[in-house]
């Protein structure tokens, strides 16, 4: 498989990684917060982490170009304080993938969150446990399936991005030319072998650990409450 | 010393406020006692920091846990108390020991009051230890739920309805338990429950609640024969008695009480074992003489009248208040009331039927 370049599968792997990561961290107290909130805010912020679902890539993309430019409201304050840019780089990428992956991790760790309910944190205060405490050794055990849920779609999801990334992030090698965006470019000088060999592994990969998930979520049922 | 639990609360929801300024015996149990919504979760809830009064005073023995005037809120964690509620609410991801274990490993050990082995052995725990919640009965489930809660040596107890989910059989299972801490365990109980026979033999001081205030509060046998306009047809008296010999070949248990004795069916527990009787009013009624040996009657007691009330129009029956040693309240009808022509200060004889007393009977 000599001349095949697999520098995108790792870019992308990584790109996926820390977007999960940031993502995980991000959404726990968001979807706690939209799971338990009776503000009339948390309809709006519900509203627009749900827009990724269904805006095209390229709208997303577009606005955060502009955003993200050198010139915009993230990114001319970012390029005064560091003195580089955040289009066409690598954390430009993360920025824009945990956006565009945001609903994919927030709303199973909400659902989760929401069959839970309050009532197994209260137990917990009422056995000495701090708030803290008692996220974390009754609520996150339980939302066990929530997170895997959510880790795993917020990883094949930014995997598979596309618009939002050329738009972002351009083609550049072993900075922002990740996966979708090689098979594109390969598929347009006509290499379809190359644009085989990735499609075919990034579809099997991804099948594979979906096909986990739904085993896992099968063989272990949510914990009643 | 004279420990008392001080409850000052003000908390207002869109229909439903709940203001109220208590003073309870910080021993025994307390049973908060009303229809639902009158406000004894909320009170609870309260007291547990789940909820805020923006006017809160909360005080048990010493330490003040709320006291907003002086900006003192204490939170949950930080409040020394157990609560068990009407679910058993166990952590499906634990092991019954791991539930058992939550609440005692956050206790300093020069806080622990109440021993590991202790409560396992109170409660009849050792062998559900490594199984999970999940499997047992409701009944067991809870009897986990309570262990799990004393094990954080609370310094009081917080009970909401915890017998609610269960069927007869298991309610008297896990009342006996409760029994058992009032008996061997000195640890204030906060009770609720809205059935006055579950409570009876473990209640010591009952607040009654109604639409977010309370009614009334004290002893629970000096307040009983007060309360027949809440109580309604529950209304009657609470007799202190003690089994003094059991008739198995009738099925009746024969109690002492201050005012002589008296024929309940057949009790399950031991001669000498002190027993609450609920004694309803409409189960009792009044002859002037002493019946004749003939009658089938078994509990016939001598008494005197203390007190008629009026009756109220429209109603064909009105309460008479008896003095047989302890207050006991009969309800007989109009009719009855002008053709004996009773009146305040009368000797008379107060007629029960044993069987009346069935229901009126929970033994623990």
Same mark, same amino acid.
């Given at each position: 498989m000599s001349g095949i370049d697999f520098t995108p599968v790792w870019l992308t792997l990584q790109l996926a990684s820390v977007t999960t990561v940031i993502l995980l961290l991000l959404s726990t107290p968001l979807a706690w917060w939209l799971a338990h909130s009776r503000s009339r805010w948390a309809a709006i912020v519900e509203a627009v982490v749900a827009l990724p679902l269904v805006l095209p890539p390229t709208v997303l993309g577009f606005y955060l170009l502009i955003t993200l430019g050198a010139n915009g409201f993230i990114g001319g304050p970012w390029s005064e304080l560091t003195g580089a840019s955040l289009v066409f780089t690598f954390t430009g990428l993360v920025i824009a993938s945990v956006l565009y992956s945001l609903p994919f991790v927030v709303q199973p760790l909400q659902n989760a969150f929401v069959a839970i309910g309050r009532k197994p944190l209260e137990v917990a205060c009422c056995l000495r446990a701090s708030t803290a405490d008692a996220f974390v050794s009754v609520i996150l055990p339980l939302a066990k399936r929530g997170y895997i849920t959510a880790a795993v779609l917020g990883f094949t999801h930014t995997m598979g991005e596309f618009g939002v990334v050329l738009m972002v992030g351009g083609s550049i090698p072993g900075q922002t030319q990740v996966l979708s965006i090689a098979i594109y470019e390969h598929v347009e000088v006509l290499d379809y072998k190359a644009a085989h060999v990735l499609s075919a592994g990034l579809l099997g990969f991804t099948f594979i650990v979906l096909m986990m998930v739904y085993i896992f979520n099968r063989r272990f049922p949510v914990h009643e409450h | 010393m004279n420990t008392r639990l001080k409850i000052r609360l003000g908390v207002a929801y869109d229909g439903f406020d709940l203001k109220l300024d208590l003073d309870l015996p910080g021993r025994g149990v307390t049973t908060l006692f009303g229809p639902s919504g009158s406000g004894k979760s909320t009170l609870l809830r309260c007291l547990a920091g789940l909820e805020r009064s923006r006017t809160g005073f909360i005080k048990l023995a010493d330490s003040v846990w709320q006291d907003e005037g002086a900006g003192i809120f204490l939170p949950t964690h930080q409040r020394p108390l157990g609560y068990v509620f009407q679910e058993p609410r166990l952590f499906n991801h634990l092991t019954v020991r791991g539930n058992l274990e939550f609440g005692f490993?956050?206790?300093? /050990?020069?806080? &622990? &009051?109440?021993?590991?082995?202790?409560?396992?052995?109170?409660?009849?725990?050792? $062998?559900?230890?490594?199984?999970?919640?999940? $499997?047992?009965?409701?009944?067991?489930?809870?009897?986990?739920?309570?262990?799990? /809660?004393?094990?954080?040596?609370?310094?009081?107890?917080?009970?909401?309805?915890?017998?609610?989910?269960?069927?007869?059989? &298991?309610?008297?299972?896990?009342?006996?338990?409760?029994?058992?801490? $009032?008996?061997e365990l000195d640890i204030p109980v906060v009770y609720v429950s809205h059935s006055l026979q579950e409570v009876l033999q473990i209640t010591d001081t009952l607040v009654l609640l109604r639409d977010g205030r309370v009614i009334a509060s004290g002893p629970i046998t000096a307040l009983c024969s007060e309360l027949s306009s809440y109580l309604a047809d529950m209304a009657g008296s609470i007799l202190e008695t003690t089994v003094l010999a059991h008739e198995p070949e009738f099925a009746l248990s024969r109690l002492?009480?201050?005012?002589?004795?008296?024929?309940v069916p057949i009790q399950d527990c031991d001669v000498g074992h002190a027993l609450r009787v609920h004694v309803l009013a409409r189960n009792v009624s009044i002859a002037l003489e002493k019946p004749p040996i003939s009658t089938s009657i078994l509990n016939i007691i001598e008494a005197k009248i203390i007190a008629i009330s009026e009756p109220e129009a429209g109603q064909h029956s009105v309460q008479i208040k008896l003095d047989v040693g302890v207050p006991l309240l009969a309800n007989i009808s109009r009719k009855s009331l002008h053709t004996l022509a009773l009146e305040p200060g009368q000797k008379v004889y107060a007629l029960v039927k044993a069987v009346a007393l069935a229901q009126g009977l929970v033994a623990v």
């Open positions: - | 490993k956050r206790t300093p /050990a020069n806080e &622990r &009051r109440l021993g590991w082995n202790q409560i396992i052995e109170l409660l009849a725990l050792s $062998h559900l230890l490594d199984r999970k919640p999940q $499997h047992l009965s409701l009944g067991e489930q809870q009897r986990v739920a309570i262990g799990r /809660a004393l094990l954080a040596s609370p310094k009081l107890l917080l009970m909401d309805e915890p017998l609610a989910s269960l069927d007869i059989a &298991r309610k008297r299972e896990v009342l006996v338990f409760i029994r058992k801490l $009032h008996d002492a009480f201050s005012g002589g004795q008296l024929y």
